[in-house]
């Protein structure tokens, strides 16, 4: 079992910043930090309506940053195109409604099947390695495979919002889709919501092998510091695993 990375969302320092206006605090010097802080790669979503990570931030973290570089996007022709042009180390689709917060939910793969296989093959066509966000199960990681996706990343959401049995049952959901992967030859990420409380479970899943969390340590950020709230990230995530 190798070393668990942790990929670091900064789109919510691009939240505060543009609830104000202005260029700060700039997401571009959040995603310089990132590896001094103890994380391994940068997520940024942009999303259609551009709330928070805009066309600019993204150029400029690709175009600056030395850490590989994970473009959460729609499955859309205007994202598509701009994965194509900046050409990511990684692009991971996600479901997207323009009246939701956050995402709720995993990509509904099976439905589209068809249509996730023609813009994973463009996109690898692309140079990019195309992940797709997908709720934990093992219908869905089987359709990820046939769509010949290399990557999945198993929503997390509705473990870390549940507590007592229905937070056992949905970690359970989340191992099985996990050991899904590891017999289908996929790799397999994990993210959303998690937090101090709830990280060392998932990370202790062997067959994940990349965290990807946001909206929490920035939040956190504002009381650790951007470097002592990943810090803390990455040493759970980092016991967990030896304890495993």
């Known amino acids: 079992m190798g070393k668990l990375r942790l990929g670091i969302n900064v789109d ?3 939240t505060v910043r543009n609830a104000r206006g202005g260029d700060n605090p700039c997401p571009v ?13 940068i997520t940024a979503h942009l999303r259609e309506d551009r709330r928070h990570i805009r066309d600019r931030d993204v150029e ?20 598509i195109d701009i994965a194509r042009r900046i050409r990511p180390h990684a692009t991971c689709i996600v479901p997207e409604r323009r009246e939701e917060r956050t995402t709720e939910h995993g990509l509904d793969v099976v439905r589209l099947e068809a249509e996730l296989k023609d813009i994973t093959a463009e996109l690898a066509d692309a140079g990019c390695r195309v992940s797709l966000f997908i709720d934990p199960s093992v219908a869905a990681v089987e359709a ?6 290399p990557v999945v990343e198993l929503h997390t959401g509705t473990y870390c919002e549940a ?6 049952t949905e970690l359970a959901r989340i191992i099985e889709a996990a050991r899904a992967c590891g017999e289908t030859g996929i790799e397999c990420h994990a993210g959303h919501g ?3 409380a709830t990280v060392k479970p ?6 994940i092998m990349e965290l990807n969390i946001g909206h929490f340590l920035i939040g ?22 030896a304890d495993a």
């Open 60 to 79: 400029r973290i690709s175009a600056e940053c030395d850490l590989p570089l994970n473009f959460e996007m729609a499955a859309t022709r205007e994202m």
């Open 194 to 196: 998690l937090d101090y």
């Open 29 to 41: 010097r959040a995603a310089l930090m990132v590896r001094e802080a103890g994380g391994d790669g």
């Open 12 to 14: 919510h320092v691009a």
């Open 163 to 168: 507590d007592g049995e229905t937070r056992e």
């Open 144 to 149: 990820a495979a046939r769509i010949g996706a």
């Open 202 to 207: 998932i990370a202790a899943i062997p067959e």
């Open 220 to 241: 956190e950020a504002i009381f650790r510091g951007f470097t002592g709230a990943v810090g803390e990230m990455r040493r759970l995530m980092d016991e967990a695993r």
